[in-house]
């Protein structure tokens, strides 16, 4: 099946509800205008049941089909930005200062709403649709907090898909993985103590900078020494900060990072070999020193069945040479997994074409790939509902 003809139709439409949304961007949970929007449209859609303050300012939609009874299948789009200044040039830049969808999150908000509107026309289906839009993915685990809160025993979903746009894959095309698609994170604060004192005599002090930067050279070896090669395995220090003057070597240094991996067993290792490390520079050089480990997102695992039903629906919509089945997995994050740890499901990536890459401040969202998002919905629903 090709790109829906009513999908087409709404492309300019949706197209509009996402250049509103993308100038007025919110962050994490704080989607108060956000989630007024979503839910004022749902209604309009005439969905029938629209629940709102879940995980805050989440939403639920539940679109009833004409064909009977049946499962509940659950459709989740992201609505958060990112604390990003735009420099994107468009005319619908953001109206909040240093606020900015540079992920795509209006995008995948509006498609989703075209979607439900379609189905809410149409009702094509057995059973029930529910469109979930969630609150805080980047960084604040608002889908683990929708789960935390009993959204799927409350509206009896089975099943539960989700959609991210890929930015350098050409639209209308489709790509996703069984098994690990994206990677668990972990958030690493190192606080190194030394003795401070005059710079101009480094013997009387124990200086915390020389022996953090030994620390920041030596975490790499947790990848080039300590991890099986054939494992994905990510460590990035990306902050470093220590003193204040020319002539003054400080008390303290802190560097900061992430730790990305597929497997459990790799960021257990990562972890304890992190430790193993810094206390041991530390203590070389005479200073303490403390990590500071939050494991934070867990893998995005994508259930074997539901992803060959993806890769089967992605193929109708836009043909099976415009879909990858066996990708290579993302080191980025997804918080999307605590779903998929709750329910079997599928995540896909949808092309965004030649743009910026994410979390760029010249990033937006390509209007030209709401109608096969729109499509793959709907298919999607319609055939995993067929009566």
Same mark, same amino acid.
């Given at each position: 099946?090709?790109?829906?003809?009513?999908?087409?139709?709404?492309?300019?439409?949706?197209?509009?509800?996402?250049?509103?949304?993308?100038?007025?961007?919110?962050?994490?949970?704080? &989607?108060? *205008? !956000?989630?007024? $929007?979503?839910?004022?449209?749902?209604?309009? =859609?005439?969905?029938? %049941?629209?629940?709102? #303050?879940?995980?805050?300012?989440?939403?639920?939609?539940?679109?009833?089909?004409?064909?009977?009874?049946?499962?509940?299948?659950?459709?989740?789009?992201?609505?958060?930005?990112?604390?990003?200044?735009?420099?994107?040039?468009?005319?619908?830049?953001?109206?909040?200062?240093?606020?900015?969808?540079?992920?795509?999150?209006?995008?995948?908000?509006?498609?989703?709403?075209?979607?439900?509107?379609? &189905?809410? *026309? !149409?009702?094509? $289906?057995?059973?029930?649709?529910?469109?979930? =839009?969630?609150?805080? %993915?980047?960084?604040? #685990?608002?889908?683990?907090?929708?789960?935390?809160?009993?959204?799927?025993?409350?509206?009896?979903?089975?099943?539960?898909?989700?959609?991210?746009?890929?930015?350098?894959?050409?639209?209308?095309?489709?790509?996703?993985?069984?098994?690990?698609?994206?990677?668990?994170?972990?958030?690493?604060?190192?606080?190194?103590?030394?003795?401070?004192?005059?710079?101009?005599?480094?013997?009387?002090?124990?200086?915390?900078?020389?022996?953090?930067?030994?620390?920041?050279?030596?975490?790499?070896?947790?990848?080039?020494?300590?991890?099986?090669?054939?494992?994905?395995?990510?460590?990035?220090?990306?902050?470093?900060?220590?003193?204040?003057?020319?002539?003054?070597?400080?008390?303290?240094?802190?560097?900061?990072?992430?730790?990305?991996?597929?497997?459990?067993?790799?960021?257990?290792?990562?972890?304890?070999?992190?430790?193993?490390?810094?206390?041991?520079?530390?203590?070389?050089?005479?200073?303490?020193?403390?990590?500071?480990?939050?494991?934070?997102?867990?893998?995005?695992?994508?259930?074997?069945?539901?992803?060959?039903?993806?890769?089967?629906?992605?193929?109708?919509?836009?043909?099976?040479?415009?879909?990858?089945?066996?990708?290579?997995?993302?080191?980025?994050?997804?918080?999307?997994?605590?779903?998929?740890?709750?329910?079997?499901?599928?995540?896909?990536?949808?092309?965004?074409?030649?743009?910026?890459?994410?979390?760029?401040?010249?990033?937006?969202?390509?209007?030209?790939?709401?109608?096969?998002?729109?499509?793959?919905?709907?298919?999607?629903?319609?055939?995993?509902?067929?009566?």
């Amino acid at each position: 099946m090709p790109i829906l003809n009513r999908a087409a139709e709404l492309q300019q439409e949706v197209a509009a509800w996402r250049r509103h949304l993308h100038t007025t961007p919110e962050l994490g949970f704080d &989607l108060f *205008e !956000t989630s007024a $929007f979503v839910a004022a449209k749902l209604r309009e =859609f005439g969905v029938d %049941e629209v629940v709102t #303050g879940i995980a805050k300012t989440g939403i639920v939609g539940i679109i009833r089909g004409r064909l009977g009874d049946g499962p509940t299948i659950g459709l989740r789009a992201d609505m958060d930005a990112l604390p990003i200044t735009e420099e994107s040039g468009v005319a619908h830049v953001s109206g909040n200062t240093g606020k900015m969808h540079a992920c795509g999150h209006d995008g995948h908000t509006a498609m989703l709403l075209g979607a439900a509107k379609y &189905l809410a *026309e !149409t009702r094509n $289906f057995a059973g029930q649709v529910a469109v979930i =839009f969630q609150p805080a %993915e980047e960084g604040g #685990g608002g889908g683990a907090v929708m789960v935390r809160e009993g959204m799927m025993e409350r509206f009896g979903i089975s099943r539960v898909f989700g959609m991210h746009n890929e930015p350098g894959r050409p639209v209308g095309q489709f790509a996703t993985r069984p098994g690990p698609i994206m990677a668990a994170t972990a958030e690493f604060t190192i606080t190194v103590r030394g003795k401070g004192g005059h710079a101009a005599f480094p013997h009387k002090n124990v200086d915390p900078i020389v022996i953090a930067s030994q620390i920041v050279g030596a975490l790499q070896t947790i990848v080039s020494r300590s991890a099986d090669p054939l494992e994905a395995l990510v460590v990035s220090v990306t902050k470093f900060h220590a003193g204040e003057a020319y002539n003054i070597i400080p008390e303290t240094a802190q560097i900061a990072g992430t730790v990305r991996t597929l497997r459990k067993e790799v960021a257990a290792l990562a972890e304890q070999r992190m430790k193993a490390i810094v206390q041991g520079i530390a203590e070389a050089g005479g200073a303490t020193a403390h990590v500071d480990y939050d494991a934070n997102y867990p893998v995005t695992f994508n259930h074997p069945q539901e992803t060959d039903f993806a890769v089967k629906i992605a193929s109708e919509v836009a043909g099976a040479q415009n879909v990858e089945p066996n990708m290579s997995a993302v080191m980025g994050g997804e918080d999307f997994s605590y779903m998929l740890e709750a329910r079997p499901g599928s995540f896909v990536f949808i092309g965004n074409g030649d743009t910026a890459n994410l979390h760029h401040p010249r990033y937006d969202f390509n209007d030209e790939a709401i109608p096969h998002g729109i499509s793959y919905w709907v298919r999607l629903t319609e055939t995993a509902l067929a009566a």
